[in-house]
């Protein structure tokens, strides 16, 4: 069975507090992927990585960074949390070949208060 | 902008009743994806359809994909409480390794 972990699945921190989020993935998929998902908003992209060490910008990356130091793990760093970035966080992963299924974590709801 | 409009945002039936939803858009998706979502859970992939036209049955859903590649419907024939969720389409769009998504419709069944 695939499996998609994420660190946390709740998570409270205070405004201007870095915050680590982790996702690890068991498939030896290529790409993985963060995105966020508030009410009415559907999924948004923050950044998304195809290998090792690669990253690119989805459409929100402001405030946010990434790392992907090994293939099945993908972390997203809030580097001062504000509280507009409360939300529910979401990894996903690809094999990266001719297909585009995304297998998710079950999310983190993060609160920045 | 979005780029993948769904109907309706939110839809609350009896059990037993049948029901479809929309995914549309302007633009050409080289395949579409739908997922599902329970609340406190990430979405996992129903179907994927990729030639226009297709219609693809996962026991009482049934997924089609518009013939020109732009739009999607799903229907739900007997609808059970175990339906309920938050049902999301994506399309993807050539080589580009992102998906573009839709805002989903929230879906209730009360028994």
């Known amino acids: 069975d695939v499996k998609v972990t994420q660190s946390s699945r709740y998570l409270v921190k205070r405004t201007g507090e870095k915050v680590f989020l982790e996702c690890v993935q068991d498939m030896d998929h290529e790409n993985m992927f963060w995105y966020r998902q508030d009410p009415g908003l559907g999924l948004r992209l923050i950044y998304f990585s195809y290998d090792v060490k690669m990253k690119e910008k989805g459409d929100i990356p402001e405030g946010y960074s990434v790392s992907r130091e090994k293939k099945e793990r993908f972390s997203l760093i809030l580097e001062s949390a504000s509280t507009n970035q409360t939300s529910m966080y979401l990894c996903a992963s690809r094999t990266g070949t001719n297909t585009y299924e995304q297998y998710f974590g079950p999310g983190t709801r993060l609160t920045v208060t | 902008t979005q780029l993948l409009e769904q109907s309706p945002q939110f839809l609350s039936i009896q059990e037993g009743e049948n029901l479809t939803v929309y995914c549309n858009s302007s633009s050409v998706f080289s395949s579409l994806q739908w997922y599902r979502q329970e609340p406190g859970e990430g979405p996992v992939l129903l179907v994927t359809?990729?030639?226009g036209g297709e219609v693809k049955k996962l026991k009482r859903l049934t997924f089609q994909f518009g013939d020109a590649r732009k739009d999607s419907s799903l229907h739900i024939t007997a609808a059970q409480p175990g339906d309920t969720g938050l049902y999301l389409c994506?399309?993807?769009?050539?080589?580009?390794?992102?998906?573009?998504w839709g805002a989903g419709t929230k879906l209730i069944i009360k028994p």
């Open positions: 359809v990729v030639t």
């Open positions: 994506a399309g993807a769009q050539g080589g580009n390794y992102q998906l573009i």
